[in-house]
């Protein structure tokens, strides 16, 4: 179990989970489900992508991923995206006072939100390492567990600055 200075490492992924959610329920208003329906999922699939977004975080925590790279990212939502939203359009049904309606194609619907995870992993991982940083710069002082993953971020940004430094530096060796 994750404890609070992992989970507060977290917080930039539970974020950019629960925006999701509510751009979902804004999305579904706006091809006509009723607002209610649409609130009630936007609430339930926003939770449950912050889940996947704090794992993230406590991913990062524990060294199990590192900033920069994309894999472990990936198949975190790879994991985490479809396995939400089968909660979310089972489940939100029986919030709303309906029964539990689970995909008909199970397998094709599982494949499909697979395939937009890949998406989804590739625009939260652009979104948390621009929000990530500052948060974990600002928490460090009292939290050494984020001092450390902002350590890990700020040498991933000096090794792609020194890379592209050294593109240019090349590039101008041979213009001139």
Same mark, same amino acid.
């Given at each position: 179990?994750?404890?609070?200075?992992?989970?507060?490492?977290?917080?930039?992924?539970?974020?950019?989970?629960?925006?999701?959610?509510?751009?979902?329920?804004?999305?579904?208003?706006?091809?006509?489900?009723?607002?209610?329906?649409?609130?009630?999922?936007?609430?339930?699939?926003?939770?449950?992508?912050?889940?996947?977004?704090?794992?993230?975080?406590?991913?990062?925590?524990?060294?199990?991923?590192?900033?920069?790279? /994309?894999?472990?990212?990936?198949?975190?939502?790879?994991?985490?995206?479809?396995?939400?939203?089968?909660?979310?359009?089972?489940?939100?049904?029986?919030?709303?006072?309906?029964?539990?309606?689970?995909?008909?194609?199970?397998?094709?619907?599982?494949? /499909? +939100?697979? @395939? @937009?995870?890949?998406?989804?992993?590739?625009?939260?991982?652009?979104?948390?390492?621009?929000?990530?940083?500052?948060?974990?710069?600002? @928490?460090?002082?009292?939290?050494?567990?984020?001092?450390?993953?902002?350590?890990?971020?700020?040498?991933?940004?000096?090794?792609?600055?020194? +890379?592209?430094?050294?593109?240019?530096?090349?590039?101008?060796?041979?213009?001139?």
């Amino acid at each position: 179990m994750p404890g609070r200075q992992e989970l507060e490492v977290g917080l930039p992924g539970i974020g950019i989970g629960l925006v999701a959610g509510v751009f979902v329920g804004g999305l579904a208003v706006v091809v006509g489900q009723p607002v209610g329906w649409a609130l009630v999922g936007a609430l339930v699939l926003g939770v449950l992508l912050a889940a996947v977004g704090a794992f993230y975080g406590v991913m990062l925590a524990r060294g199990w991923a590192r900033p920069g790279v /994309f894999a472990p990212a990936a198949l975190a939502w790879l994991v985490g995206f479809p396995l939400a939203r089968l909660v979310h359009a089972t489940f939100t049904p029986v919030l709303l006072g309906g029964p539990a309606t689970p995909p008909a194609d199970l397998a094709g619907f599982l494949a /499909f +939100q697979g @395939i @937009i995870s890949l998406g989804y992993a590739v625009g939260f991982i652009w979104l948390h390492e621009r929000i990530a940083p500052h948060w974990l710069a600002r @928490i460090g002082g009292h939290n050494p567990v984020a001092a450390r993953v902002f350590d890990a971020y700020r040498a991933h940004a000096e090794m792609v600055y020194r +890379q592209r430094e050294r593109r240019r530096a090349r590039r101008r060796e041979r213009t001139g």
